[in-house]
Structure formats: structure tokens, C-alpha cells
């Protein structure tokens, strides 16, 4: 009988793919509002998907996403639970930084850093950026500033090429005379 992938077999005890189908069978798969309120709380408080999910009364992760999309209140909550676990990963993090053995807590902290990035990349990335409720207004109004910025660079360039340095022709023939005693 044919193997199962070592990232199928966490999942189920056993290595033939009659065993896996059979323990895929016991889990659920209809959505169970009561299981999806436990995986939310266990993600709420920093767990990981995959690890709620070795549980065999949990549904596997992708059952588990695949209810979020059918279920547009649990993707929301779901959501929620996984910027909160994000929190309180960032929370653990700092804890480890104070831990005494430093080279541990160094290693610790650091995973923890590198995970509340990837789950949050907007506020604990490294290039976390600061955007004023300006930018922000105008971006919901679809605003862009950069194509006025271009259009204009494009006309100063026009000009320029024409010979027309400056937007006033007035002052264009104002110019010093180039030869001869100031």
C-alpha cells in the first residue's frame, strides 16, 4: 500500500493510505459552529492552525479554511482570533527577551519576532510604515497623487525640451544677456 506524505501523516497515526482514509473519515467535516468557537479561542491565544488541528475531534486546516469561506462570520472571527493570537505572540516574545539564559531567549524571541511578522507584516514587519489619515483619505477616495506629480514632471520636461525653462514666458525673455559688462 502506497505511503502517505510525511505532511499528510501528522495528521493520523499509521502510514498506509487505507489507515489515513479511515481517520480522515472520523474527523469532521460539516461545519460544527461548537468546534469552530474552540479552534477560534485556541488560535485567539497564539496557537497555530496546523497544531489545533493534530487534534483528531478538530477538522483538518483546510476543512477548517474551507468553513471559514462558507461561513462569512467565522472567516471574520477568524480573522479577528488570528490578530489577537498575533498579540499575544508578540507578548510572548517580549517575555523571552527577559528570560536569563540569553542565547535561549535570544533564539525565542526571535522566532516569535519572525512569526508576529509574517502574521502582521503591516505593524511588526520590519519596514512597518506610518501613513497619515490624509493619505489614507485620499487613498479611499482614489485619489493619486503620484500621476498630478508625473503629469506635471512630464510638462516641466516638455517645456524644458522646447526651450521654455520657465512656465512664464515673460520671464523667459528676462533672461541676463550672455556676452558683454553686466
Known sequence: MANVSRKTSRFFE???LAEATAVLRQRPSMYDADIADVIIEMVSSGEVLTDVCLDRDMPLPSTFLRWCREEADLGDRYRDALEIGTEVTFDEAVSAAHDSDTARASVRWRALM????????????????????????????????????????????????????????AAAGSAAPTGGTP
Open 114 to 169: 519572525t512569526r508576529a511578522e509574517r502574521q502582521m507584516p503591516e505593524k511588526y514587519g520590519p519596514r512597518a510604515t506610518i501613513r497619515s489619515t490624509k493619505e489614507l483619505e485620499d487613498e479611499a477616495a482614489g485619489i493619486d497623487y503620484g500621476a498630478e506629480v508625473r503629469r506635471r514632471l512630464g510638462a516641466m520636461v516638455e517645456r524644458m525640451q522646447r526651450g521654455a525653462a520657465s512656465p512664464d514666458p
Open 14 to 16: 499509521g502510514g498506509s
